[in-house]
Structures are given as structure tokens and as C-alpha cells.
Nanobody, 124 residues
């Protein structure tokens, strides 16, 4: 059973930055790819980023490419999502999630387990 706990969300002005963290408690951490998806009120869930365990290959949604960076530290069982140049349309609840494979488009990734989410609000 994978348990994931996200943190780091908050209120930020447009153009600002936030770093989300996700800590996992699972013995088989190295087996999983890890990613982030987000959900805004009235909108469909959107895969944001995904990172493989073996070679750290990353995948991003077009909407965040060049602005968001996903990384993982396996010995800490932690994944980060560095979000720069934030826009109001990035406002959503962000969830850390596991999968067995990253799809080239993170929205096509089949997520297995996810955490409780952390709210990100981008507003002036």
C-alpha cells in the first residue's frame, strides 16, 4: 500500500514560484514512476508531469513545459514539483500519484495511488 503526502501549496502572485513536495511511505518506491496531476473546479483532471525511477526521464504537459520541473530523490522517497512563472490558470488542487509507466502525455498516464492533494492558488 502506497501512502503519499503532498505539501508546499499556497497562494502566490502571477509570475511567482512554489515548490511542491511529496513524501511516500512504501517499500517498493523504486518500482514506481511518480507524477503530479491537478484538478480545478469544473475542469477535467490534467496530468502535469511524470518522472521515471530508472533513468529519471521526465514528461510534461504542454501547458507547463518550460515552467515546471519534476525531480525525485529515491533515498528520501520524495518527489518535488518546482513551479515557476505561475499563471492564474495553474490554480488547482495538485496531487502526487504513482503509476507503473509514464505516458508521453502525462494526462494519458494511468495513476494508481495518490495523496490528499495540496491547493495552489495563483492570484493577485
Amino acid at each position: 500500500q502506497v501512502q503519499l503526502v503532498e505539501s508546499g501549496g499556497g497562494l502566490v502572485q502571477p509570475g511567482g514560484s512554489l515548490r511542491l513536495s511529496c513524501e511516500a511511505s512504501t517499500f517498493a518506491w523504486d518500482y514506481y514512476v511518480i507524477g503530479w496531476f491537478r484538478q480545478a473546479p469544473g475542469k477535467e483532471r490534467e496530468g502535469v508531469a511524470c518522472i521515471r525511477s530508472s533513468d529519471r526521464t521526465t514528461y510534461y504537459a504542454d501547458s507547463v513545459k518550460g515552467r515546471f520541473t519534476i525531480s525525485r530523490i529515491n533515498r528520501k522517497k520524495t518527489v518535488y514539483l518546482q513551479m515557476d512563472s505561475l499563471k492564474p490558470e495553474d490554480t488547482a488542487v495538485y496531487y502526487c500519484a504513482t503509476s507503473v509507466a509514464c505516458a508521453p502525455n502525462p494526462s494519458d498516464t494511468v495513476w494508481g495511488s495518490w495523496g490528499q492533494g495540496t491547493q495552489v492558488t495563483v492570484s493577485s
